[in-house]
Nanobody, 127 residues
Framework: QVQLAESGGGLVQTGGSLRLSCAASELTFRDYVMGWFRQAPGKERELVASISRGGGSTWYDDSVKGRFTIYRDNDKNKVYLQMHGLEPEDTAVYYC????????????????????WGQGTQVTVSS
C-alpha cells in the first residue's frame, strides 16, 4: 500500500521559514510526478507546487512563486517544500501527493481526484 508521510509543519511568525518533507514508500518513487497541495479552512484543496519525475521541471502557483521551492531526492524517496517569507495566507494543511497518471506530462495539471495523498501537516503562520 502506497504511503506518503509528511513532516515539518508547525507554527511560525510572518516572514519565517519552514521545510516540509514527504517520505514515500511502496511505490517506484522516480516514476511519479509529485506535488504539494494545501487546504485552508473553508477553501478547496489547491496545488501549490509540483515537480517532474527527474526533478528537472517545477511548477508553482503564483501565490507562492519566488517564496517556495520544491525539490526531490529520488535516492531517498523524498520530496520537499522549502518555504520562505511565510504569510498568514499560507496557513493551511499541506498535503504531499503522487500523480497516479504515470504518463502525465503537464506537471501543473495534477488532478486531486487522481493522486495518492499523505495525511497532511499543519502550517500556521501568525501575524
Amino acid at each position: 500500500q502506497v504511503q506518503l508521510a509528511e513532516s515539518g509543519g508547525g507554527l511560525v511568525q510572518t516572514g519565517g521559514s519552514l521545510r516540509l518533507s514527504c517520505a514515500a514508500s511502496e511505490l517506484t518513487f522516480r516514476d511519479y510526478v509529485m506535488g504539494w497541495f494545501r487546504q485552508a479552512p473553508g477553501k478547496e484543496r489547491e496545488l501549490v507546487a509540483s515537480i517532474s519525475r527527474g526533478g528537472g521541471s517545477t511548477w508553482y502557483d503564483d501565490s507562492v512563486k519566488g517564496r517556495f521551492t520544491i525539490y526531490r531526492d529520488n535516492d531517498k524517496n523524498k520530496v520537499y517544500l522549502q518555504m520562505h517569507g511565510l504569510e498568514p495566507e499560507d496557513t493551511a494543511v499541506y498535503y504531499c501527493a503522487a500523480d497516479l497518471d504515470l504518463r502525465a506530462r503537464n506537471i501543473a495539471a495534477m488532478d486531486p481526484a487522481r493522486v495518492y495523498w499523505g495525511q497532511g501537516t499543519q502550517v500556521t503562520v501568525s501575524s
